[in-house]
């Protein structure tokens, strides 16, 4: 039996458990869910929604889970009412209309700081970019997530600076985060994406699993500072070892920085001269 039949031997088994379908869902409220095959990237499931554990269950037999292996995203995008309803047919969606006006829809946008790394062997040298990030926001709540490849410094939507959502707009929100993204990525770290800035973007869902060659990685987020510092990814986030230690249930994603009080200011010190462009919703 090859590696990948083994870890997809540890793929079901890790969604089997009720704890980690009940974390992913506690994420994914008001977003659109999407698959992504992660031997075949182009094939993909966009629009989904689901508000619980028996939708998730009936969207893993839609998907054909027990014979194909997907990774689990969510939109960074969260809306008032959710994504519109959808059918299992795909012959039979329409979503042209949404798709070119879901913006209006948009209760809150995070911000996602993608730290992506070619190979495992890369993500012990990120680390310390990402110390220096996470403590470049001292005064923005965040949370720390190891992504499978890297990691994902997540801002909630509510922490950031406002702007227009609608993407036509001058000086709007998206260009923002792509000023931001740019400038860290010149001065802090090699390692940041500079393209999470599309509104359509999605993310892995936390406690989902990130699919690869040689094992299968749990998106797992961090609790502390000093958690990031010392993980070892490659020995201790593999789905076959977490599927028979730590408690998931009521874990959450934990949230850096919460216990001060919440600031503007590391955006406006990383924008520069261009923070006046955003300054009309701040």
Not at 53 to 66: E, G, P, Y
Not at 147 to 155: A, T
Not at 192 to 210: E, F, N
Request: proline letters at 5%.
């Amino acid at each position: 039996m090859d590696k990948r039949q083994v870890n997809f031997l540890n793929y079901r088994k890790w969604y089997d458990r009720l704890e980690v379908i009940y974390e992913m869902m506690r994420q994914v409220r008001n977003r659109e869910i999407a698959v992504i095959n992660p031997f075949k990237k182009q094939e993909a499931i966009r629009m989904i929604r689901i508000n619980n554990a028996q939708q998730f269950t009936d969207v893993m037999k839609w998907i054909n889970a027990d014979k194909r292996p997907w990774n689990w995203y969510m939109s960074l995008a969260s809306y008032k009412e959710g994504i519109p309803l959808q059918t299992f047919n795909m012959e039979q969606r329409d979503n042209k209309e949404w798709n070119s006006t879901h913006w209006k829809s948009i209760d809150n946008f995070d911000f996602l700081i993608d730290f992506d790394c070619d190979d495992h062997d890369g993500v012990s040298f990120c680390q310390q970019d990402v110390l220096a990030v996470s403590a470049l926001l001292n005064t923005v709540p965040h949370s720390v997530r190891y992504s499978g490849m890297g990691y994902h410094i997540m801002v909630p939507g509510q922490y950031m600076p406002k702007a227009t959502y609608d993407p036509d707009a001058k000086n709007n929100y998206f260009d923002m985060l792509r000023d931001i993204l740019v400038s860290l990525k010149r001065n802090h770290s090699d390692f940041i994406d500079t393209g999470c800035h599309d509104p359509r973007r999605v993310a892995k869902i936390p406690y989902s699993l990130a699919l690869y060659e040689d094992d299968n990685y749990v998106c797992w987020p961090m609790r502390t500072v000093r958690e990031i510092g010392g993980l070892k990814p490659i020995n201790y986030l593999s789905s076959a070892v977490l599927c028979d230690m730590e408690p998931i249930r009521n874990r959450g994603v934990p949230m850096l920085n919460m216990e001060k009080n919440a600031s503007l200011e590391p955006f406006k010190a990383v924008l520069g001269a261009k923070w006046k462009r955003y300054q009309h919703g701040n």
